[in-house]
Nanobody, 127 residues
């Protein structure tokens, strides 16, 4: 079992920045591929960013956030981060942290690749 708790969401003006955090417990964090997803009003849950296990040297992003968002991990703190810059109103959504059961050198982009989910944190971008 893995427990994931997101924090850092809130209300921000367009063009602003936020950093989301996800505290993980219950499984060896360092050997777990991690990801961020989001779900806007009336929309399906979509992939935002993924990072591989271990050194986190391999990352990937959804097309709509590429170049603006950065995923990272601190294995010493069992924490996953999502730095979000140049935020747009269309980034408004509930953001979810997710943990895979895979421990290889890849990141994963579909919800089916993740077994554990946090409760989510609301991000609202005001125009």
């Amino acid at each position: 079992q893995v427990q994931l708790v997101e924090s850092g969401g809130g209300l921000v003006q367009a063009g602003g920045s936020l950093r989301l955090s996800c505290a993980a417990s219950g499984r060896t964090f360092i050997s777990t591929a991690m990801g961020w997803f989001r779900q806007g009003p009336g929309k399906e849950r979509e992939f935002v960013a993924g990072i591989n296990a271990w050194n986190g040297g391999r990352t990937g992003y959804g097309d709509s956030v590429e170049g603006r968002f950065t995923i990272s991990r601190d294995n010493a703190k069992n924490t996953l981060y999502l730095q979000m810059n140049s935020l747009k109103p269309e980034d408004t959504a509930i953001y979810y942290c997710a943990a895979s059961t895979a421990s290889g050198s890849f990141f994963y982009q579909t919800t089916l690749d993740y077994a554990y989910w946090g409760q989510g944190t609301q991000v609202t971008v005001d125009s």
